[in-house]
């Protein structure tokens, strides 16, 4: 009488091996598509249900569509080159160099981990190609950097490729990893002609160097939260010489935006501060900042130190001489020609 169910438990037990994941470790330098590289033996190359790990000393060129499974994890310490197109859907871990190159597309609807991991140095991503938020089945996608990310102009015929970074969230944080050694400083750089659009972007502590040229565009419902611990280095957010379109919320929190160009706010600029806080949130502005929307400056630590000029068809809460104020000399130049609340 107790055959059936013997049966049934071995049958159970044998599926199980036999969706079990495949552990993939890269042994060669070469390219993902050749056996040879990796660990395995035959023909076998990592699949979409594999977790795969690049060592150090190891480079590994994608050329061709490559996926991470959901649950999944690739772990880089080493390097890898893509020129093809990389979908994550589960943890990709950098800890060496990851290089998306002209014509490379990272689509990622899980997780991307830019750490340091002691003793091995900071991870580094190098992007001229996309990197693309995809939400997939609820994902959030996130990219956490505590090391260093990068977009860079790649020259080439027919025209030069321009890194661009689009949707999901960008995490800039100063820190260490959860599981991980050491600690690090992240910095986010976009030169001139690159583009980070439409990411929820939380600069925790870290560095975000929009340089000239360069675009940092957030549509409806996007954000910008420029956040961080009083004393930690500052200034965190630099707009050098960059263009800061702004139609979702940029709030700022124990933490400097130093603004060297043009910031267009559409939507709402928010200068919480605390009162009684020695930590000041300020914008220094030694550009300009259009504003079409709600610029919020709501105590007495909370303030636009503006060498620059402010034109203001929106509305300015919380303005004061000392709060909104040009220093050094010369003053800076504010234009309220929309309504202020004191």
Same mark, same amino acid.
């Given at each position: ?82 020129? $093809?197109? &990389?979908? %994550?859907? *589960? =943890?990709?871990?950098?800890? #060496?160099?990851? @290089?998306?190159?002209? !014509? /490379? ?116 419902? $996007?954000? &910008?939260? %420029?956040? *961080? =611990?009083?004393?930690?280095? #500052?200034?965190? @957010?630099?707009?050098? !010489? /960059? ?100």
């Amino acid at each position: 009488m107790n055959y059936p169910l013997v049966l049934v438990l071995a049958g159970s037990l044998f599926l199980t091996a036999e969706t079990r994941a495949a552990q993939f470790k890269a042994v060669a330098t070469g390219d993902w598509t050749v056996p040879a590289t990796w660990s395995a033996t035959g023909t076998a190359i990592p699949g979409a249900a594999d977790d795969i790990e690049i060592p150090g000393g190891i480079q590994v060129a994608v050329d061709s569509p490559v996926t991470i499974g959901a649950g999944r994890s690739l772990v880089v310490r080493g390097t890898l080159r893509n020129s $093809g197109r &990389i979908s %994550n859907q *589960g =943890t990709l871990t950098n800890t #060496g160099t990851l @290089l998306n190159s002209r !014509g /490379g597309r990272i689509l990622n609807s899980g997780t991307i981990d830019n750490i340091v991991d002691y003793p091995s140095r900071g991870g580094a991503i190098e992007n001229g190609g996309l990197i693309e938020g995809v939400p997939m089945g609820g994902s959030a996608p996130t990219i956490n950097n505590y090391a260093r990310v990068d977009n860079f102009v790649a020259p080439a015929p027919g025209g030069a490729a321009h890194g661009t970074i689009r949707g999901g969230t960008l995490n800039n944080i100063s820190g260490s990893a959860t599981g991980h050694g050491g600690g690090g400083v992240g910095t986010v750089t976009n030169p001139a002609g690159c583009l980070i659009e439409n990411c929820a972007i939380n600069n925790s502590g870290g560095y975000f160097y929009n340089c000239d040229g360069g675009a940092l565009l957030t549509g409806p419902g $996007g954000t &910008i939260d %420029n956040s *961080g =611990t009083p004393g930690s280095p #500052g200034p965190s @957010l630099v707009i050098d !010489g /960059g263009e800061v379109f702004n139609a979702g919320s940029i709030a700022i929190s124990g933490m400097t935006i130093k603004l060297n160009s043009n910031l267009n706010n559409q939507g709402s600029l928010s200068l919480p501060g605390k009162s009684g806080s020695a930590a000041q949130n300020y914008i220094a502005n030694s550009g300009s900042i259009e504003n079409p929307g709600v610029i919020v400056v709501a105590n007495e630590n909370s303030r636009i130190d503006n060498t620059g000029t402010i034109m203001s068809t929106g509305s300015i809460h919380g303005f004061s001489p000392s709060q909104v104020a040009g220093r050094p000399a010369p003053r800076g130049i504010i234009y309220p020609i929309g309504p202020v609340f004191p």
